[in-house]
């Protein structure tokens, strides 16, 4: 976690004029029982989201505790931190102590559609944040406190004041000033900063303090010597600054008063930190030593202190609005359709390091079908097989509320899981709805083995030694049986699973219409084969592709040979940034640096409407992933399946008259790759024949 005093977002008011003006400005409105008659059960639904994520994902409850402290220091806490870009607002996340830092904005709208489900129009973004925050605590062994409740969303973010958060190296008295201006004393000051109990900071936030302290060129001297030469061993002098400390060195999982003890003996990592005990004569001095000695003084003064920043600024009564999702003001939600969008910063980590994932299958995904979806549109559209508006209109993002409510958790559950051993999978999953969606609809018939009666779809060209992930959408059928027997598709659950997986990545999130049925019928990187002829002998000239950057081409020469040695070797399909989510590979085409021919098709053809589409994603990333999220939407409409057409798969891999008496049968090409590579799973392929021979005798 990145410095709890370095990522207080810090609003520069004037003393006179704002002093008495914002802070405690609507206190008396707020109240903790502010939603017991219209929304109940809030704190445990969002206790409930937090409690699942943190499972797999224990560094959230720090997360989303600081997210609330950085929405408060600016302009108020009023959930002005979680607005998105838009025509009209610049986002407080891309300030400089947000961008790459704060992290669980996609947790936070979790929480949103969560509590939306139950309390539609009721509790508001800059509420859940104060919740959020508390049952973290609480969840890490810290002190619980009555959260007051009644605050509104604002209408407005101030990115200028977003940029005015005090770094990792600032005085005592510079704290101070800062804490002031928020109408927050000493103590305060102490005590909040007993948030740094528990998370991580990057080596670029303190690298000064270990080599060239205030430019004397010697390390800063209330710095213990053993504790110095660690901390060196981590982070050389001229290192790259992203490796990771823990803030507290002792217990560093653990809401603790240790934080203070490391002061007490010089081991506080940030000099923002070490200042509240080394700054000589300093009253902070006492009140680190009375909270080393007593956890419960500390407790109860963290307390108090969350509940005083917690009424800074806010919005009551009829100021500001309830937010539909947190991440837009209603005019523009409504203005451009959206449902929830991830925001930007939401796979960002509080130490500055962007969970790993493989951006590169992401692309891949959206390399081959995005531009049929987003840049090809109607047309693309037009040509298979889309739903009657009457089974379109089927389909609901409530479908299951009543009978498998917790689908969405179970699904993300499993892919959290498998993400953390392989990333790539995100991308997979994706890849497999697309692919499902554009053969007969969005049925899950790609999911089907071979039968006696049934050709798989898995063995077509485009899937053949393609498509992996198959075994994972086993893996989350098993677990929603298990919770909702016979209620929830195949299908559905591919679509559910794309979204997910976008989230996870980095990408945008959306309502997943469902309410699918399945057929009882029939991001990544890219093999040399798939672009080895524009290398050496494009369309039969006996030459490369003319719209290939030259520079570029000797790179994938040198990678892929003419002798076609390595032609299942495969490349990045983007270059730049091949491990983030971002629109890079758009700015790729522009150079002339498309992997694919279909790719740079999209810029190099003359006068094509694609181009002018490419230079819009490539100027701007929200307006690609809000393209990118609409036409997710419109694909998951397909050909689907709804009422009483199809069944409800009880294994996703044979239809239900195939499947009696056997168990889960992993798919036919679950072990291929896609990048082409066989792992051999010889038990499927036993089992699948012997299901064949039992059908054929029958």
């Given at each position: 976690?990145?410095?709890?005093?370095?990522?207080?977002?810090?609003?520069?008011?004037?003393?006179?004029?704002?002093?008495?003006?914002?802070?405690?400005?609507?206190?008396?409105?707020?109240?903790?029982?502010?939603?017991?008659?219209?929304?109940?059960?809030?704190?445990?639904?969002?206790?409930?989201?937090?409690?699942?994520?943190?499972?797999?994902?224990?560094?959230?409850?720090?997360?989303?505790?600081?997210?609330?402290?950085?929405?408060?220091?600016?302009?108020?806490?009023?959930?002005?931190?979680?607005?998105?870009?838009?025509?009209?607002?610049?986002?407080?996340?891309?300030?400089?102590?947000?961008?790459?830092?704060?992290?669980?904005?996609?947790?936070?709208?979790?929480?949103?559609?969560?509590?939306?489900?139950?309390?539609?129009?009721?509790?508001?973004?800059?509420?859940?944040?104060?919740?959020?925050?508390?049952?973290?605590?609480?969840?890490?062994?810290?002190?619980?406190?009555?959260?007051?409740?009644?605050?509104?969303?604002?209408?407005?973010?101030?990115?200028?004041?977003?940029?005015?958060?005090?770094?990792?190296?600032?005085?005592?008295?510079?704290?101070?000033?800062?804490?002031?201006?928020?109408?927050?004393?000493?103590?305060?000051?102490?005590?909040?900063?007993?948030?740094?109990?528990?998370?991580?900071?990057?080596?670029?936030?303190?690298?000064?303090?270990?080599?060239?302290?205030?430019?004397?060129?010697?390390?800063?001297?209330?710095?213990?010597?053993?504790?110095?030469?660690?901390?060196?061993?981590?982070?050389?002098?001229?290192?790259?600054?992203?490796?990771?400390?823990?803030?507290?060195?002792?217990?560093?999982?653990?809401?603790?008063?240790?934080?203070?003890?490391?002061?007490?003996?010089?081991?506080?990592?940030?000099?923002s930190d070490q200042e509240l005990f080394s700054t000589s004569g300093a009253d902070t001095i006492d009140i680190v030593n009375k909270f080393s000695s007593d956890?419960?003084?500390?407790?109860?003064?963290?307390?108090?202190?969350?509940?005083?920043?917690?009424?800074?600024?806010?919005?009551?009564?009829?100021?500001?609005?309830?937010?539909?999702?947190?991440?837009?003001?209603?005019?523009?939600?409504?203005?451009?359709?959206?449902?929830?969008?991830?925001?930007?910063?939401?796979?960002?980590?509080?130490?500055?390091?962007?969970?790993?994932?493989?951006?590169?299958?992401?692309?891949?995904?959206?390399?081959?079908?995005?531009?049929?979806?987003?840049?090809?549109?109607?047309?693309?559209?037009?040509?298979?097989?889309?739903?009657?508006?009457?089974?379109?209109?089927?389909?609901?993002?409530?479908?299951?509320?009543?009978?498998?409510?917790?689908?969405?958790?179970?699904?993300?559950?499993?892919?959290?899981?498998?993400?953390?051993?392989?990333?790539?999978?995100?991308?997979?999953?994706?890849?497999?709805?697309?692919?499902?969606?554009?053969?007969?609809?969005?049925?899950?018939?790609?999911?089907?083995?071979?039968?006696?009666?049934?050709?798989?779809?898995?063995?077509?060209?485009?899937?053949?030694?393609?498509?992996?992930?198959?075994?994972?959408?086993?893996?989350?059928?098993?677990?929603?049986e298990a919770v909702c027997p016979n209620t929830v598709s195949c299908a559905d659950i591919l679509a559910l699973a794309a979204e997910i997986a976008s989230v996870?990545?980095?990408?945008?999130?959306?309502?997943?219409?469902?309410?699918?049925?399945?057929?009882?019928?029939?991001?990544?990187?890219?093999?040399?084969?798939?672009?080895?002829?524009?290398?050496?002998?494009?369309?039969?000239?006996?030459?490369?592709?003319?719209?290939?950057?030259?520079?570029?081409?000797?790179?994938?020469?040198?990678?892929?040979?003419?002798?076609?040695?390595?032609?299942?070797?495969?490349?990045?399909?983007?270059?730049?940034?091949?491990?983030?989510?971002?629109?890079?590979?758009?700015?790729?085409?522009?150079?002339?640096?498309?992997?694919?021919?279909?790719?740079?098709?999209?810029?190099?053809?003359?006068?094509?409407?694609?181009?002018?589409?490419?230079?819009?994603?490539?100027?701007?990333?929200?307006?690609?992933?809000?393209?990118?999220?609409?036409?997710?939407?419109?694909?998951?409409?397909?050909?689907?399946?709804?009422?009483?057409?199809?069944?409800?798969?009880?294994?996703?891999?044979?239809?239900?008259?195939?499947?009696?008496?056997?168990?889960?049968?992993?798919?036919?090409?679950?072990?291929?790759?896609?990048?082409?590579?066989?792992?051999?799973?010889?038990?499927?392929?036993?089992?699948?024949?012997?299901?064949?021979n039992q059908n054929a005798t029958k």
């Amino acid at each position: 976690m990145m410095s709890f005093l370095s990522s207080f977002k810090v609003v520069a008011l004037c003393y006179g004029v704002f002093m008495f003006g914002v802070f405690l400005s609507s206190e008396a409105q707020l109240d903790p029982s502010f939603y017991n008659k219209t929304c109940p059960n809030v704190h445990s639904i969002v206790r409930e989201v937090i409690n699942n994520v943190s499972k797999t994902d224990p560094r959230m409850p720090a997360s989303l505790l600081r997210l609330h402290f950085h929405d408060c220091f600016v302009q108020g806490c009023d959930g002005s931190l979680l607005l998105n870009n838009t025509a009209t607002i610049v986002s407080e996340q891309q300030a400089r102590p947000n961008n790459n830092s704060i992290r669980g904005l996609d947790v936070v709208n979790q929480i949103k559609t969560a509590v939306e489900n139950a309390c539609p129009g009721i509790v508001s973004c800059a509420d859940i944040l104060a919740l959020a925050a508390e049952i973290s605590s609480v969840l890490d062994q810290g002190p619980d406190w009555k959260v007051q409740l009644g605050r509104r969303d604002s209408l407005t973010a101030n990115i200028t004041l977003a940029q005015n958060l005090p770094g990792p190296s600032l005085t005592l008295d510079q704290l101070k000033a800062r804490f002031t201006a928020q109408g927050l004393n000493t103590t305060d000051l102490v005590a909040l900063s007993g948030a740094h109990t528990f998370g991580r900071a990057r080596c670029s936030l303190f690298v000064g303090r270990l080599y060239n302290f205030s430019n004397t060129g010697n390390p800063d001297p209330s710095l213990n010597s053993s504790y110095l030469q660690t901390l060196r061993s981590l982070c050389p002098n001229g290192g790259p600054g992203t490796t990771v400390a823990n803030l507290d060195l002792t217990t560093p999982d653990t809401f603790d008063k240790n934080y203070y003890s490391n002061l007490q003996v010089h081991k506080g990592l940030l000099q923002s930190d070490q200042e509240l005990f080394s700054t000589s004569g300093a009253d902070t001095i006492d009140i680190v030593n009375k909270f080393s000695s007593d956890q419960n003084a500390f407790f109860e003064a963290f307390k108090a202190s969350m509940i005083k920043m917690g009424n800074i600024g806010v919005l009551t009564g009829t100021q500001g609005e309830i937010r539909k999702q947190c991440n837009f003001i209603n005019s523009q939600s409504a203005q451009l359709g959206l449902y929830n969008v991830a925001s930007k910063e939401s796979s960002s980590s509080e130490d500055g390091m962007k969970e790993k994932f493989d951006s590169i299958s992401f692309q891949s995904a959206i390399n081959e079908f995005l531009l049929a979806i987003v840049l090809c549109g109607v047309v693309v559209l037009g040509t298979f097989p889309l739903s009657s508006d009457a089974q379109a209109s089927q389909l609901d993002p409530s479908f299951y509320r009543d009978t498998c409510p917790t689908v969405h958790s179970i699904v993300r559950d499993v892919l959290r899981n498998v993400s953390k051993t392989d990333p790539r999978i995100l991308a997979s999953l994706m890849r497999v709805h697309f692919h499902d969606c554009f053969v007969q609809g969005c049925d899950a018939s790609i999911l089907l083995n071979d039968t006696a009666t049934i050709v798989s779809e898995q063995g077509a060209a485009p899937n053949n030694n393609s498509i992996r992930g198959l075994n994972v959408v086993n893996d989350i059928k098993t677990a929603v049986e298990a919770v909702c027997p016979n209620t929830v598709s195949c299908a559905d659950i591919l679509a559910l699973a794309a979204e997910i997986a976008s989230v996870l990545g980095g990408g945008p999130d959306w309502k997943v219409a469902l309410g699918r049925r399945d057929s009882a019928h029939t991001f990544g990187r890219a093999q040399c084969q798939f672009f080895f002829a524009r290398l050496y002998n494009f369309n039969g000239t006996g030459n490369p592709d003319p719209t290939l950057d030259s520079s570029y081409r000797q790179i994938l020469q040198s990678q892929c040979p003419i002798d076609g040695s390595k032609n299942t070797s495969v490349v990045n399909l983007d270059l730049t940034t091949p491990d983030t989510v971002d629109n890079k590979y758009y700015s790729n085409l522009q150079a002339q640096k498309g992997l694919l021919q279909s790719d740079q098709e999209l810029f190099s053809t003359p006068n094509a409407s694609t181009t002018a589409i490419v230079n819009n994603f490539s100027a701007n990333q929200t307006l690609f992933f809000e393209a990118f999220r609409a036409s997710m939407i419109k694909m998951g409409n397909i050909g689907v399946l709804t009422g009483s057409n199809g069944e409800i798969r009880k294994q996703c891999n044979l239809v239900n008259s195939n499947s009696m008496g056997l168990a889960n049968v992993s798919s036919n090409k679950e072990f291929f790759s896609e990048d082409g590579m066989d792992t051999k799973n010889i038990e499927n392929q036993f089992l699948v024949s012997k299901m064949n021979n039992q059908n054929a005798t029958k």
